[in-house]
């Protein structure tokens, strides 16, 4: 069988997994009769099937014996399988983790501990951030090795600001120039707004938040400044822009999605992550600019990795590593990122750069790589979920001009110290 046709079997195989998966088939790694390994590896982003089948078959040509079995899970569902598996002893060898969670599974002692792996293996890692590496680093041990960095950017339609007249974007913009900015893009006799502002955490508040100096979670994970006045400030940023009516409403927006509205044309700008770059470059062609995250009183922005975690059950935590590792090492980068495109988020291995450029579809998605050096991790805690699944029914009030940001702002952060309070217990 050739290449394309084992790739593509193994795309559809790997879409047929999601079923067995989900109706609790085990995944713990296998060995046959002759001696060769099955590493079963659990993932969520069915736009990275064909590039992982790719992958998985670059690496099995380079390691007789092991076999890797894609286990794509939709990702509303995919943590809470994972739970499952794990607590029965049937998780896959191989899964991915986001900063986000793996407090959870670190501190649960789920992971298998990589450290001296990592340690001899560091010449493949060069081209990570030690930032980025140590990320996964839970009581002086290694858990996980990051393969995607998810950073954010300023989108925006040139055409828009030209017809208004108003000055584009820079990389040395304020988020006090994107609210002024918005206010000249904004027109109600064509409906067009300035900038879109949802209520979504990591692309909108999270950034405004932290460049105005807040920290979310606080005091090695025990506290919140969300009530804080930089946290308010970072917060009434976006509601005040729907108030003041420069960004379609939170029900326009329920109705069409974020992204659409920027992709009509029918406003301006868009804080959004990497993995737009090229869908947005498809919409707007030569129009589409981008700039990096406004700075605030603090010059930084959020960003969020994903990395591949090995779980401590696993029969051969050692072939296991060995896939963890070509996925960040620069030959596995460069393949994901050149079979995926700028699907993908920016590559971890700087190694790889190029290759995701190439498919990002404008040259101003270099931003995103340069904006990595100046992000701050988005926030986590052993169970992040438990509270971030209360910010949009507790802020939506303040978008809807029907509360105060500074009380919407107080119910939060009691909800959040409730949560670290369970936590510690």
């Known amino acids: 069988m050739n290449r394309n046709a084992r790739s593509i079997a193994r795309t559809a195989a790997a ?107 560091a010449a493949s890692f060069e081209g990570i951030p030690a930032s980025t590496m140590d990320t996964y680093v839970y009581d002086g041990k290694r858990y996980a090795v990051p393969w995607q960095v998810i950073s954010f950017g300023l989108y925006y339609n040139k055409k828009m600001f030209a017809d208004a007249g108003v000055a584009a974007p820079t990389n040395d913009w304020t988020w006090d120039d994107v609210a002024a900015a918005a206010a000249g893009l904004t027109d109600p006799a064509t409906g067009t707004y300035g900038i879109v502002a949802p209520l979504w955490n990591y692309g909108n508040f999270y950034q405004t938040m932290y460049a105005f100096g807040a920290k979310i979670i606080t005091d090695n994970g025990t506290d919140t400044d969300f009530d804080s006045p930089a946290a308010i400030k970072g917060l009434d ?98 393949l994901l990122n050149t079979a995926a495109g700028a699907s993908a988020g920016a590559p971890a291995n700087a190694s790889a750069n190029e290759a995701w450029l190439k498919s990002a579809g404008t040259p101003d998605a270099r ?9 701050t991790p988005l926030p986590a805690t052993r169970n992040t979920a438990a509270w971030e699944n209360e910010l949009t029914e507790t802020l939506a009030p303040a978008w809807n001009g029907e509360a105060s940001t500074e009380a919407v702002a107080k119910a939060m952060a009691e909800k959040i110290r409730e949560a670290l309070r369970k936590e510690q217990q």
């Open 237 to 334: 940023f976006w509601a005040d822009i729907v108030r003041k009516g420069y960004s379609p409403t939170l029900a326009q927006i329920a109705d069409t999605n974020q992204d659409q509205w920027f992709q009509s044309g029918q406003v301006a700008m868009e804080s959004t992550g990497s993995w737009n770059a090229a869908i947005f470059a498809g919409s707007l062609g030569e129009d589409l600019g981008i700039v990096e995250m406004p700075a605030g009183t603090v010059d930084t922005s959020g960003a969020a990795t994903t990395a591949n975690a090995v779980a401590k059950n696993s029969s051969h935590v050692a072939e296991a590593y060995k896939w963890v590792s070509y996925l960040a090492s620069p030959e596995g980068q460069t």
């Open 367 to 375: 931003v995103f790589l340069d904006e990595i050096a100046r992000t």
């Open 15 to 121: 879409l047929a997994a999601t079923v067995g998966v989900i109706t609790g088939v085990t995944a713990c790694a296998e060995s046959d009769s002759s001696g060769s390994v099955t590493i079963s590896y659990g993932y969520w982003d069915t736009s990275m099937t064909d590039a992982f089948a790719q992958a998985a078959e670059a690496f099995e040509d380079d390691n007789p014996g092991i076999t890797i079995e894609l286990q794509q899970v939709p990702f509303d569902s995919y943590f809470t399988k994972l739970n499952t598996q794990l607590q029965g002893n049937s998780a896959p060898d191989v899964f991915w983790l986001q900063n986000i969670q793996f407090p959870l599974y670190s501190e649960n002692d789920q992971l298998a501990d990589l450290t001296d792996y990592v340690a001899d293996d």
